[in-house]
């Protein structure tokens, strides 16, 4: 209709200037549905047209049902998994053998983390204690204090995205940036450092936080929570004193080839999955006071896609619709995700496709080393900002170790 009524005017105006105002008539509608069109003009930092109960609502019901015996199937994979590796590298102990031992038996237990931290958002089963028991069974067994741990991960999703409350790889205030030392900050943003951070943030948590996820005393925790602490820092020992009697019979050399370097395998893969749930997207905004909710902190969470090893994960990459509602069981997360995608609109970021090995994640975490450094001291919707000295200095050092050589 509404082209038609323009058809009609432009038909009726004087014949000199019919011409020329059809053509600016057009180039005016081909404008405005460019710039409808255009993705650039997009804000992320806004509050979304829709309610967290509008992304709920389109998740099916199913999705919410979680089955005790199909997650502990999925347990007695990845256990069955572990054990086999371990007997068939032992059995064989050759050179040729060991560095794929370590890739594959690191990547189970990372699996075997995931399948705790279920446990810790209680989307393993309806059931606590098992939950408790099966979670400090495996989170021991790759020693992360599995309370601990539980509680300072359920304060990271209560407050993601927001600047300060934040427990995960949250982002540095400028202020608090410009106090590091020159070689804190070259670590910090320097890979390898940045995929080996778990352990050291198990122990004194982040820049500009103080505490540990294994004192029942520390900031983390409650009173009424000190018990759970105690007990998984007692499993957690008791882990630690089994790995040195095995060190004891068979070699600390054994033991570092069976358990020590998988360990660290994981660990890298620990912090690769989770930074880059947070970081590595040029359009993830940070808030402070009002701005923030729970429903914009989740928004600022990226999905990844990690080929092969989706299956081998239980699916941790599909992270948005994990964080809004962890109680969804993973193995529901992919189908939730789909379901969800037409409320979220552009505010779900697609995934790059991956091929069969997740290569490319790589790129993306050298890139947001190099320019996600720190966020503005004031503002109540920040984006990362990029501190240039600091790439210059180690393109610098790089130089000069290169002609070194």
């Known amino acids: 209709m509404q082209q038609q009524q323009t058809t009609t005017q432009i038909q009726t105006l004087p014949p000199q200037i019919n011409k020329r105002t059809t053509t600016t008539m057009m180039r005016a509608e081909a404008a405005a549905k460019a710039t409808e069109d255009d993705d650039s003009r997009f804000d992320a930092g806004k509050p979304p047209p829709f309610r967290i109960g509008d992304v709920r609502a389109a998740v099916p019901a199913h999705c919410w049902r979680k089955s005790p015996l199909r997650s502990l199937s999925y347990v007695a994979r990845d256990v069955a998994v572990v054990a086999g590796l371990a007997v068939a590298a032992a059995a064989l102990d050759s050179w040729a053998v060991w560095p794929l031992y370590w890739a594959a038996q690191g990547t189970m237990f990372w699996a075997l983390f995931v399948l705790g931290h279920d446990c810790g958002h209680g989307s393993f089963s309806d059931s606590a204690t098992l939950n408790s028991a099966v979670g400090h069974l495996l989170h021991s067994f790759i020693l992360v204090p599995y309370h601990g741990w539980r ?70 925790f409650t009173p009424k929570e000190r018990g759970d602490v105690m007990l998984s820092t007692t499993c957690w020992c008791i882990m630690l004193a089994s790995l040195l009697a095995m060190a004891c019979t068979f070699g600390p050399i054994q033991v570092l080839k069976m358990y020590g370097v998988p360990y660290l395998v994981f660990v890298m893969w620990l912090d690769l999955v989770t930074y880059l749930h947070h970081h590595g997207s040029h359009d993830l905004p940070w808030y402070r006071g009002e701005e923030w909710s729970y429903l914009r902190g989740g928004l600022t969470t990226v999905d990844r896609d990690y080929g092969w090893i989706n299956n081998i994960h239980h699916d941790i990459g599909t992270h948005v619709i994990h964080h809004l509602f962890p109680q969804i069981p993973h193995y529901h997360l992919v189908e939730a995700t789909k379901a969800a995608r037409p409320v979220l609109g ?6 790059q496709k991956s091929g069969p090995l997740p290569l490319h994640l790589f790129g993306v975490l050298l890139r947001s080393l190099r320019v996600d450094h720190f966020v503005s001291d004031h503002g109540d919707v920040v984006y990362y900002q990029t501190d240039h000295a600091l790439n210059t200095a180690a393109h610098g050092w790089a130089t000069e170790n290169h002609k070194q050589k």
Do not use: C
Request: net charge positive.
């Open 151 to 220: 509680i300072s991960h359920r304060t990271h999703h209560q407050n993601h995205g927001h600047i300060h409350r934040d427990e995960s790889w949250h982002p540095m205030t400028e202020k608090l940036y410009r106090q590091l030392e020159p070689r804190t900050k070259k670590l910090r943003f320097t890979v390898p450092f940045p995929l080996l951070a778990f352990p050291v943030y198990l122990w004194y948590r982040s820049p500009g936080k103080n505490g540990s996820h294994f004192l029942p005393s520390s900031d983390l």
């Open 346 to 351: 552009r505010y779900y970021r697609e995934p």
